[in-house]
């Protein structure tokens, strides 16, 4: 818009240029012919010889003077067509600016939704992503749920070792212990034992077999906080209680902190 309000300026300018530069031109050619015609310019007539010879001497310049002025105009001719040409352009610039903005002010301006539709809009977007929420949560349990039972059959597809001497075991822990006893496990307690016979992990060689990040999904889903259990040493712990490896499970579960 900018650049054709330039143009349209630009030609306004050189074309009253142009005309100032015609009406000079023209004003010279109507006060020269005058000028030998005034008073001031005719010499006394004295003698008739001179006066016919200052007369032939005034027409020669007069003619001289006609001839120089025809050869301007003719020089001024392309000016003229030139100065047309401006006028016509500029007068097009004129009118392609009036057609637009005549298609500027028929465009009809698009107001901004009421506050109701906004509010509408607002609570239809967090009922979206509140049920996105609960789609990705069910997602995540069902994704658990998949890689436990996948952790169980490769458990089951995998020959236990023989079960171990709770004999020995005893004397290594220095407390009784019963076999596939989970809460042995430095990090289970009773109701996370309780939790995981629930998902069918019920030996030390199942938990042994079970992927960490199962356990921790099944802990979360319980509401178990990730800051008290921590079970990424648990199938370790139970892969050392199912093969009886009674003094590496003491050395392990010596690093390990206990539950509060």
């Excluded at 998949?146 to 236990?160: G, M, W």
């Excluded at 289970?188 to 030390?204: G, R, S």
Aim: aromatic share 6%.
């Amino acid at each position: 818009m900018l650049y054709t309000l330039g143009i349209v300026f630009v030609w306004f300018v050189l074309a009253f240029v142009l005309g100032a530069v015609v009406g000079w031109f023209v004003h010279h050619v109507v006060r020269r012919p005058s000028a030998p015609r005034s008073p001031k310019a005719s010499p006394p007539r004295n003698e008739a010889s001179g006066d016919a010879a200052e007369s032939s001497a005034s027409m020669q310049a007069l003619r001289a003077e006609l001839k120089e002025l025809k050869s301007r105009v003719v020089a001024l001719e392309p000016v003229e067509f030139e100065r047309d040409r401006l006028r016509r352009e500029l007068a097009e610039l004129r009118a392609i600016r009036a057609s637009e903005l005549k298609i500027a002010v028929s465009k009809p301006i698009q107001a901004p939704p009421p506050p109701d539709d906004v509010s509408a809009l607002r609570n239809e977007r967090d009922q979206l992503r509140a049920l996105l929420g609960r789609h990705e949560a069910t997602i995540g349990i069902q994704a658990a749920t998949i890689d436990r039972l996948q952790s169980h059959v490769d458990s089951e597809s995998q020959a236990a070792p023989r079960p171990p001497d709770l004999e020995i075991g005893r004397s290594m822990l220095g407390t009784a212990i019963q076999l596939d006893d989970l809460t042995v496990v430095v990090g289970i307690d009773t109701d996370v034992a309780a939790l995981c016979h629930q998902h069918e992990i019920t030996t030390w060689w199942g938990l042994a077999n079970t992927d960490v990040r199962v356990l921790r999904s099944m802990l979360e889903a319980a509401g178990r906080s990730a800051n008290q259990y921590d079970p990424s040493s648990w199938p370790q712990q139970a892969r050392l209680l199912a093969h009886g490896s009674w003094q590496q499970f003491v050395n392990l579960t010596n690093r390990l902190p206990r539950l509060n």
